[in-house]
């Protein structure tokens, strides 16, 4: 490569467009870019599944204190049984009114919203 068609602003020369259309190989700008050491990137945060509300909502002391006295995993299949239960009768709801999948999906979502806000899910 020719001193005219490599561009030298910055820590590593780029080949430009007229040495790249010229057919010069770019193997000596990959072997620089090669030999730069790698920065480590910043820890990231774990992402976070669960309630934002956690600890929220009207009902959210209630629904801890009966976790508590019937044990986490108990709990948690007495729970998921609710949820079950209510989607459930979400399904029928939209058979009745004759709601599409769609809809019913929607409803679905509606109804863990509000569970999160009032404190079922904390």
Known sequence: MTAASVSLSGPRALPTWS?????????????????RP???RPPRAPARMGNVNEGKGIFAPLVVVVRNIVGRKRFNQLRGKAIALHSQVITEFCKTIGADAKQRQGLIRLAKKNGEKLGFLA
Request: charged share 10%; proline share 0%; aromatic share 0%.
């Open 19 to 35: 040495s790249s259309v010229s057919g010069e190989s770019h193997s000596a700008a990959l072997a620089n870019s090669l030999a």
């Open 38 to 40: 790698r920065t480590a």
